[in-house]
């Protein structure tokens, strides 16, 4: 059971601890033993304070300085007085707890948390200027994105080459991941380029993969930045010399696009980039100068979350001819014309209708990388490129799809993977 105490012992523990703070010596004052001190003590600090029999005083309470007759403005200005007597500190509970002279059950049974009762206090900022500051700086944080954003709406019509012939062909490739690029797919496209000599040529994103700047995590230790970069100037100088006429558009994708993201946030990985290509703007890295390429990059890069940014994404696309649209997602078919994209690394084909090309088709391209890449599934995805031959006139367009193995035909001309073709791809 437990013990009944008379208010009369409980308020002469008090009264003893008050004029001794020695628990030993005030049990000795009072002619009882220190244990049955103790307990007196205990129950008469629950009683003050309204607790519950039994409820433990916390290690951190000083029962001397508790104030019943406080009110929560005695305990504001209390605080606020430590406050201006150290301008240049930060007032954190444990140094309020050591130099005030109030205990913590004084002021939390008006305000709960220490938090709270600084934010009462004005020494902390409320939840709405905190909230305030939290969107500030979020918006600050983009600013950068926003420039690059509008930088880059002017790339996409810097080099172009205007071509009358009625038919004209369109070679399409997409999703290389740099040095994940298939060696096969990459000496098979570049040979397509030179034999047909292409009215343009539409690189439909993740030319680049630059695994760095994504959200898996990468052990610097394997990072190969500027590799990844100079393999992709190197693609697109052997595309260049291919087709020295063609206009050529890069079409941003998804490595593109937080490629340029990092670009704007100066993370630690670009640091190591500009080490090694300083000086070199946007354009230059993206080898958009050197090459005379026209990069298609609606997609505003000031976005906050996942999903704002794949939305975004899905505006980068382009229409071709009037008629043709080159997108790098499969919403693309949405749009109820003829066209293609990119992204899924996988080949298929969908049949749609309008009133101005009747039955058309609509191509998800496979990819341009090795099926052994770690982040690959090599059993349902695939290599391969297009060739699109365009009737300028009636707006009609007929595909040739190059669906790529160790073997391949284009043009009526035989190609095998051999030693041969790879090393001519290096």
């Known amino acids: 059971m437990a013990t009944v ?21 005030a049990a000795e004052s009072l002619g009882i033993p220190t244990t049955t001190f103790k307990m007196r ?8 304070k309204g607790l519950p029999a039994g409820t433990p005083v916390p290690m951190s309470e000083d029962e001397r300085k508790y104030h019943a007759d406080w009110t929560a403005e005695d305990c504001i200005r209390h605080l ?26 004084t002021w939390n049974r008006f305000f709960g948390t220490f938090e709270e009762f600084k934010r009462q206090a004005g020494i902390k900022l409320t939840r709405h200027q905190h909230g305030l500051e939290r969107d500030l700086a979020k918006h600050a944080s983009v600013d950068r994105m926003r ?7 002017n790339w996409g019509d810097a080099y172009l080459r205007p071509d009358s012939k009625r038919y004209q062909t369109v070679l399409v490739g997409s999703d290389l991941h740099d040095i994940e690029c298939d060696p096969f797919w990459r000496y098979l496209f570049l040979d397509t380029a030179k034999r047909v000599q ?3 040529v539409v690189l439909n994103g993740d030319i680049f993969d630059l695994p760095e700047f994504g959200r898996f995590t990468q052990d610097p230790r394997e990072w190969n930045v500027v590799g990844r970069i100079k393999w992709v100037h190197k693609f697109l100088e052997d595309l260049r010399e291919a087709c020295p006429d063609t206009e050529i558009l890069f079409l941003e994708g998804n490595h593109e696009y937080r490629l340029l993201r990092h670009l704007a946030e100066a993370s630690p990985a670009l640091r190591a980039v500009l080490s090694d290509l300083h000086g070199l703007t946007v354009p230059d890295l993206l080898g958009l100068t050197k090459f005379e390429i026209n990069y298609v990059a609606p997609a ?4 906050f979350t996942k999903a704002e940014a794949t939305a975004e994404l899905k505006r980068n696309w382009t229409v071709l001819y009037n008629f043709l649209i080159a997108h790098h997602y499969p919403e693309g078919f949405k749009m109820g014309l003829p066209g293609w994209n990119g992204h899924h ?11 101005d090309q009747g039955s058309y088709e609509w191509h998800q391209l496979g990819g341009g990388h090795k099926q052994n890449a770690t982040y690959c599934n090599a059993e349902f995805w695939s290599l391969g490129f297009a060739l699109v031959h365009v009737d300028t006139q009636r707006l009609r367009a007929q595909f040739e799809y190059i669906d790529i193995h160790d073997h391949c035909v284009i043009g009526g001309r035989w190609y095998r993977r051999t030693k041969e073709t790879t090393r001519k791809s290096l």
């Open 41 to 48: 003590l205990t129950e008469a600090q629950r009683r003050v």
């Open 345 to 355: 690394h996988k080949h298929l084909v969908w049949r749609g209708f309008n009133p």
């Open 80 to 105: 606020q007085d430590i406050a201006l007597a150290q301008p240049n500190r930060v007032i954190t509970r444990n140094h309020f707890r050591v130099n005030s002279d109030i205990s913590e059950s």
């Open 198 to 200: 292409p009215a343009k």
């Open 300 to 303: 505003d890069l000031a976005t």
């Open 147 to 153: 420039e690059i954003t509008l930088e880059k709406h």
């Open 5 to 25: 105490y008379k208010q009369s012992d409980l308020q002469a523990a008090l009264d003893a601890f008050k004029k001794q703070p020695s628990k030993a010596k």
